[in-house]
């Protein structure tokens, strides 16, 4: 419900710190079903709000696919931003390959969009 409130106010989405938007992202993961996420979410959080909000993005959508089309019962979901540059790793075990999602898979495709948009690689 806590997500939905930020959602319904793009101000607020702006506003808040990616950490807490990621820590929301992966709550509503762990409320789907039996997926345990180890998390290490840096506070720092320099970024443009363009940016932050491409990042958030980004992850809600790993987080949702993982949710989604996955037999994983653990994730792991990591938030650094160190010498200038922001990592953000999503990953779920046991690991998912990109290259063997089918080309039409249209949230890994918008995930790279994204990434692209914001000047940051994908892997």
């Known amino acids: 419900m806590r997500m939905l ?3 319904l106010r793009p101000d607020a989405l702006a506003q808040t710190p990616l950490s807490e938007l990621l820590q929301l ?4 993961l762990v409320c789907r079903g039996d997926i345990q996420v180890d998390t290490s979410l840096s506070k720092d959080d320099p970024l443009p709000v363009e940016t932050r909000l491409q990042q958030y993005r ?3 959508e790993a987080l949702s696919n993982i949710g989604k ?4 019962t653990h994730a792991v979901v990591q938030w650094q931003f160190e010498s200038g540059k922001a990592l953000l790793h999503c ?3 046991p690991r998912f390959r990109p290259a063997a999602a089918a ?3 249209f949230g ?3 995930m790279a969009e ?3 948009e914001i000047g940051a690689s994908h892997t």
């Open 103 to 105: 080309a039409w898979h």
């Open 108 to 110: 890994l495709g918008k």
């Open 91 to 93: 990953r779920r075990r």
């Open 114 to 116: 994204r990434a692209r």
């Open 25 to 28: 992202a992966i709550e509503a």
């Open 69 to 72: 089309r996955s037999a994983a």
């Open 58 to 60: 980004i992850a809600q």
């Open 5 to 7: 409130m930020y959602e």
